[in-house]
């Protein structure tokens, strides 16, 4: 496992939600978030192995162009060095249309999910999206 400062990490993940949002081609509005570091969950706390995680959202717009913005995902993504693995429906009961994909060396892993509120009540529609770094050991 590589050690790295997570600030660094933080940094390239950022980037990365970057590149997905140009792949959406949206103009709608962008939740504020930067990356956040925290501990890995599969190891133990002595262990300090950490990743940073950036959720965020785009909404304020028709559903039928946040669909077409998943569907750019699913054509850009693999040109951009992504690999899909996943590209379905999320368990939820609302069976969110939901894309997964791991970056080419498997550095970053990106969940992305289309969330429809028509059905569900006033919030808005968005894409959700989360972008997390491989699992690092801290410097």
Do not use: N
């Not at 962008?30 to 959202?57: I, L, N």
């Not at 693995?85 to 249309?97: L, Q």
């Not at 939901?98 to 009540?121: N, P, T, V």
Request: overall charge negative; aromatic content about 6%.
């Amino acid at each position: 496992m590589e050690v790295r400062d997570g600030d660094s990490v933080s940094t390239e993940v950022e980037g990365a939600s970057s590149r997905i949002l140009e792949m959406m081609a949206l103009k709608g509005k962008v939740t504020e978030s930067g990356a956040k570091v925290s501990r890995c969950s599969d190891y133990e706390p002595e262990d300090e192995v950490y990743r940073a995680r950036q959720p965020w959202s785009v909404y304020d717009l028709p559903v039928p162009e946040l669909e077409k913005a998943m569907d750019r995902l699913r054509k850009e993504l693999p040109k951009a060095g992504w690999t899909i693995v996943k590209d379905g429906t999320d368990g939820t009961p609302a069976k969110a249309p939901q894309i997964i994909a791991e970056s080419k060396g498997r550095e970053f892993a990106a969940d992305i999910r289309l969330m429809d509120q028509r059905k569900y009540g006033d919030d808005p529609s968005l894409i959700l999206v989360a972008v997390e770094s491989a699992c690092f050991r801290a410097k």
